[in-house]
C-alpha cells in the first residue's frame, strides 16, 4: 500500500506537468502568485537558469542550504570527505563560481552557516559552462554571494528526544564577515546523537523450525566537536587567497546484551545465557588547505591548491560468550593522511569557450594495528588475523585538460582528457606493491532545442577509488563479531559510462529532468574467497554491466487549490549483471539498490511565516553475497516531517519527527552448507531491529 501511495503521488506529479512552456528566463515565480513569473537577471551564458533571493522568499529560507534545496529540478549531493583526491569529493553546489576549499567539512555544513540575506541568487548550471568550476558533475547549483559588507553572528540549539526517554543535545555558534575585501567564518559546534537500538534474533533450520532465539538492547552514543575557519581574502585587484582549515574528534560508545532462548523438551522457549559486546571508539580529525587565485591579465587565470589532513583512529571492543565464558577482546589503532597539491590554469578563448588544464598529485596512507585475543579462563591468546596490521600508502597523481565551447547557438559541449597513474604499496603481513595508469576521456554535449528544453548526453570513463579498508582485514563487533577480510592484490575498476538526459520546464514552475544511463564495467569489485577460501574479503570479479533510469519532478500544487505548495519525486531504477565467483551463475552486482522513491511535499503559508514539509523515502532490498551467506537488507520505508516558523524576529523555530514509521535495520542472514555454490541451506536468521521515532527541536537565532 504504501508504494502504490508513493506512485500516485508520480502520477499527480505528472499530471501537473501540461502548463505550456515559457523561456527559461521565465521559470522563476513571484512571492506573491505562483503563476506570475519573475524575471530572472540578465544573462549571456547558455545553460544557467538564475534564481534570483527573493524566489526562495516563500519559502521563508533562512540558510544558503535551505535554499539550494527549494530549487526546482535539483537534488543536493553533499561532499565526501572519505574520497581522495579533490575533484570528486566536491558534491554539487559552488559558491561564488567556485568548489569550497577543504574536505572534511562538509558541502550542507558550510552553506547551512550563510545566511539567506547574504546570497544574492542561486544559480542552475547545466553541463559545462565557461566560469564555473563544475568539475565532473553535469549538473550543479551556484550560490553567488552578495558583495555588500556585513557581519551576523549565528546561534543554533537543537536536542533530539529519543523512546527511551534520552535526548542529545547539540549547539553551534558562527560569525561571518563580509567587507569588500575579505569573507571571514569562524564556526564551533557540538554534535551528540543517540540511538535506542533493540530487537529480535530468529535462527531457523533448513525446514524452517526455530533453534534459537535472542532479544537484545543495541544502543549507540556519539558526541562530537568540530571548529572551522574559512577565510577568503584579496590580494590586490587579482589575487586572492582562501584558506580553510578545521579540527574535529569524536566519542563513540556501543554497549550490547543479547539474551538467548532456546527450546525446551516441551517446545517452549527457555531463557538462557546473555551474551555481552561493548564498543568503545574515539578519533581526532584535522586539516588545513590554502588555495591562491591570481587573475593575469583579462583571459588567463591560475589556481593552486594545497591541502594537508590526518586522521586517527581508535577502537576498543570486547564480547563474552554467555555459555562458555569466554572473553574475545579487540584492539584497533588506525592512523590516516593524506597530502595534496593542485595547480590549474584556465584561459579564456572569448565567446563562451574556454581552455583548462591542470595536474593534481597525492600521497595518501593508512597505518593500521590490530591485536584479537580470547581467553577461555587459562589466559589471552593473541589470534592471527591475516591482512590485519599492516600500511596501505598510495601514490597518485593526474594530469587533464579540458575545453569548454559553444559549437552553435544551440549546442555547448565539454571535452576532457585524463591521465591518472598510481603506485598502491602494502608493507607488512603479505607486503605487495602495483602500479596502475588509466587514460580517461570525457564528452558533456548540451543541446537547447529551445528556452524552456534542453538535452544533454555524458560519454566518460571514470576509474573507481580503492578503499584502504579494502585491504586490512577487521572483524566488527557492532555486527556480531563479522570478519570482513582485507585483500592486497585489488585492483581499480574503469567503467565507460553514456548517460542520456531531458530537462524540460513549464511557465507554472514545474521542471521534469528524465535521465537514463548504461555502464560497461571492467574488474568489477565485490566479495570473493581469498586467502586459499578461508574467508571472503573485497576482490575483482571479472566484468559486468550497470544500467537504469532516474526521474525528477518538481510541480507547484497552486492548480489543485494549494497556493506555495509543492511536491518533489525522485524515482530510480537500476539493473545490474555479473558473474558469481562462487557459484558461476549470473547475479546483480552486490550492495546495488535496483530501486529508490522518495517524495517530498513542502507548503509554505507566507503570511503566517510557518513551513511544513514531509517527506517520503522507499528504497528497495539490498543483497550482499559472501562466501557461505547471503546477507539481505529488506526493502525500507521511512517518513519525515517538519514544522519551522519565523514569526518570531530574529529567530526561526522547526519542531520535527523522525523515522516516523518506526526506523529499521532489519537484516536476513542465509547461511549455506559449504560455501554458495552447494545451493543447500544450512540455517536462516533474521534480525528485527528497531529504533523508535525520535522528536527533533531546533532554533536557530541572528544577533
Known amino acids: 500500500m504504501r508504494s502504490i501511495a508513493v506512485a500516485t503521488g508520480v502520477c499527480i506529479v505528472l499530471g501537473l506537468l501540461s502548463s ?51 530549487l526546482p529540478g535539483f537534488t543536493f549531493k553533499n561532499s565526501d570527505r ?73 546561534l543554533q540549539l537543537g536536542t533530539r528526544l529519543y523512546d527511551d526517554g534520552k535526548f542529545s543535545p547539540n549547539a553551534e555558534i558562527v560569525q561571518s564577515s ?35 532465539l535472542r532479544r537484545f538492547t543495541d544502543p549507540w552514543t556519539f558526541e562530537e566537536g568540530i571548529v572551522s575557519i574559512n577565510l577568503e581574502q584579496s590580494i590586490g585587484d587579482r589575487s586572492s587567497l582562501r584558506v580553510q582549515t578545521r579540527a574535529r574528534g569524536f566519542d563513540f560508545i556501543r554497549p550490547g546484551a543479547f539474551i538467548n532462548f532456546t527450546p525446551s523438551a516441551t517446545g517452549e522457549f527457555v531463557e538462557g545465557v546473555t551474551d555481552i559486546s561493548e564498543s568503545k571508539r574515539w578519533a581526532e580529525e584535522y586539516e588545513f588547505s590554502p588555495v591562491i587565485d591570481r587573475q593575469f591579465g583579462d583571459d588567463w587565470r591560475a589556481e593552486a591548491t594545497l591541502l594537508a589532513r590526518s586522521y586517527a583512529f581508535n577502537d576498543s571492543s570486547f564480547s563474552i560468550n554467555g555459555s562458555s565464558g569466554d572473553l574475545t577482546r579487540s584492539r584497533l589503532k588506525r592512523t590516516d593522511r593524506e597530502f595534496l597539491g593542485r595547480a590549474v590554469i584556465t584561459k579564456s578563448l572569448g565567446d563562451q569557450n574556454e581552455l583548462e588544464v591542470g595536474i593534481e598529485s597525492a600521497a595518501n596512507s593508512r597505518d593500521q594495528k590490530l591485536k584479537i585475543s580470547i581467553d577461555d579462563g587459562a589466559g589471552p591468546m593473541v589470534l592471527d588475523l591475516p591482512g590485519s596490521n599492516a600500511k596501505v600508502s598510495e601514490r597518485r597523481s593526474e594530469l587533464y585538460a579540458s575545453y569548454i565551447g559553444q559549437a552553435t547557438q544551440k549546442i555547448g559541449f565539454e571535452a576532457g582528457l585524463r591521465y591518472e597513474w598510481s603506485t598502491i604499496s602494502r608493507t607488512g603481513g603479505d607486503a605487495n606493491e602495483r602500479s596502475f595508469s588509466f587514460l580517461k576521456p570525457e564528452l558533456r554535449i548540451r543541446y537547447d532545442q529551445s528556452p524552456q528544453r534542453q538535452f544533454r548526453v555524458n560519454l566518460e570513463r571514470p576509474v573507481g577509488q580503492l578503499s584502504f579498508s579494502d585491504f586490512l582485514s577487521i572483524i566488527d563487533f557492532a555486527q556480531g563479531g563479522q570478519l570482513n577480510g582485507g585483500n592486497p592484490t585489488l585492483s581499480p575498476s574503469a567503467r565507460w559510462r553514456v548517460e542520456g538526459a531531458m530537462d524540460q520546464r513549464f511557465s507554472n514552475g514545474s521542471v521534469v529532468t528524465a535521465t537514463i544511463f548504461h555502464e560497461w564495467i571492467d574488474d568489477v569489485i565485490d566479495r570473493a574467497p581469498v586467502f586459499g577460501g578461508q574467508f571472503d574479503a573485497p576482490a575483482n570479479i571479472g566484468n559486468g554491466r550497470r544500467y537504469g533510469a532516474r526521474l525528477e519532478a518538481s510541480a507547484p500544487l497552486s492548480p489543485l487549490g494549494l497556493p506555495n505548495a509543492r511536491i518533489d519525486v525522485t524515482a530510480a531504477v537500476e539493473d545490474s549483471q555479473v558473474t558469481d565467483p562462487v557459484t558461476g551463475n549470473i547475479r546483480a552486482l552486490g550492495d546495488s539498490e535496483q530501486y529508490s522513491v522518495t517524495a517530498e511535499y513542502r507548503h509554505s503559508f507566507p503570511n503566517q511565516k510557518l513551513n511544513l514539509n514531509v517527506r517520503v523515502e522507499r528504497k528497495a532490498d539490498v543483497k550482499i553475497y559472501r562466501l557461505d551467506q547471503i546477507q539481505i537488507e529488506p526493502a525500507l520505508t521511512e517518513v519525515f516531517a517538519f514544522v519551522e516558523t519565523t514569526r518570531f524576529k530574529g529567530f526561526v523555530v522547526r519542531v520535527g519527527a523522525d523515522y516516523i514509521l518506526d526506523e529499521e535495520d532489519d537484516r536476513r542472514f542465509i547461511n549455506f552448507v559449504g560455501d554458495r555454490s552447494s545451493g543447500l541451506i544450512a540455517q536462516q536468521l533474521d534480525r528485527r531491529k528497531r529504533q523508535g521515532v525520535f522528536l527533533n527541536m531546533r532554533i536557530r537565532a541572528n544577533f
Open 82 to 154: 572519505n574520497t581522495r583526491g579533490y575533484a570528486g569529493s566536491a558534491g554539487n553546489v559552488l559558491i561564488n563560481q567556485k568548489r569550497p576549499n577543504g574536505k572534511s567539512d562538509s558541502l550542507e555544513d558550510v552553506l547551512n552557516r550563510i545566511p539567506a540575506e547574504n546570497v544574492e541568487s542561486v544559480e542552475l548550471v547545466q553541463g559545462g559552462v565557461p566560469g564555473y568550476e563544475t568539475g565532473q558533475e553535469p549538473l550543479v547549483a551556484n550560490v553567488n554571494i552578495r558583495g555588500t559588507a556585513s557581519r551576523t553572528r549565528t
Open 178 to 212: 563580509l567587507s569588500a575585501n575579505r569573507s571571514l567564518t569562524l564556526s564551533g559546534a557540538y554534535s551528540s546523537d543517540h540511538h535506542a537500538w533493540r530487537g529480535t534474533e530468529t535462527t531457523t533450520d533448513a525446514n524452517g523450525d526455530v533453534i534459537s
Open 20 to 70: 505550456p512552456g515559457v523561456a527559461q528566463s521565465d521559470v522563476a515565480e513571484s512571492s506573491a502568485s505562483e503563476t506570475t513569473p519573475v524575471t530572472e537577471p540578465d544573462r549571456q551564458i547558455r545553460g544557467v537558469v538564475a534564481y534570483p533571493a527573493d524566489f526562495f522568499t516563500r519559502y521563508n529560507a533562512v540558510t544558503a542550504l535551505e535554499m539550494v534545496r527549494q
